[in-house]
């Protein structure tokens, strides 16, 4: 993908990208996005676009291994091994959150690694100062303390609130949650997601015009599905 691509893409939103990608036929509409309960905290409308460096951690107990996500300097060199942009995604495998999978410190070293946001169907923390530095983290909680936060493995696939996740993968991330885009068709979706969204506001128009009437609704999207 080059740079101009990816801006088109982050052009849209979610949603119309989702729209968009029902065009191709490529999977299930029930496929390729992460179910609700995940939001942005540091942002209220973010747009995040880059390709995913998994990995998988636990936080309720001492690693029996290995140290702390700041001693881990294999995970640093499987983040550089995805292309820029790039956005860290954490799996928190405890069943039960009990602390922040990423802080003010870790969010400091992604971002100095290319990474743009993270992604954690666990918790984060330093919300504020996280904020300030421009760095995004999507969370299903808030956590006072990171507790024993350590990584498990990486560089394989994880399952974040239902969507699958791998090394690579190109992920959209906002306020309605994360989209995964299919290679195939990425170069080709920010055309299609134009014709979306133009087929969709001419029923908005209507619908908030003077001149709107049963007949020329029926009519729009009549015309819309041509």
Request: charged share 20%; proline share 6%.
């Amino acid at each position: 993908m080059t740079t101009e691509q990816l801006e088109a893409i982050r052009e849209f939103d979610t949603c119309t990208l989702a729209n968009a990608i029902e065009q191709f036929g490529v999977r299930m509409r029930n496929q390729g996005y992460t179910r609700p309960g995940l939001r942005c905290f540091t942002s209220r409308f973010p747009k995040v676009l880059g390709f995913a460096a998994p990995c998988r951690v636990r936080v309720a107990d001492p690693p029996i291994v290995g140290g702390a996500f700041f001693e881990r300097v294999d995970w640093w060199s499987a983040i550089q091994q995805v292309p820029q942009p790039r956005v860290a995604v954490i799996q928190d495998l405890d069943p039960v959150p009990a602390g922040s999978s990423i802080g003010e410190v870790h969010s400091a070293i992604l971002q100095a690694f290319g990474c743009c946001g993270a992604i954690t169907n666990g918790a984060v923390r330093d919300i504020p100062t996280v904020a300030r530095m421009g760095f995004e983290m999507f969370a299903c909680h808030a956590a006072v303390s990171h507790s024993y936060a350590h990584v498990v493995d990486f560089g394989t696939e994880i399952e974040i609130l239902g969507l699958k996740i791998c090394p690579g993968d190109l992920l959209f991330a906002d306020c309605h949650g994360v989209l995964s885009i299919p290679d195939g068709i990425a170069a080709e979706l920010p055309a299609v997601a134009a014709e979306v969204r133009r087929r969709r506001q001419r029923i908005v128009d209507l619908c908030r015009s003077p001149e709107f009437s049963v007949e020329k609704l029926q009519q729009t999207i009549q015309q819309n599905q041509e």
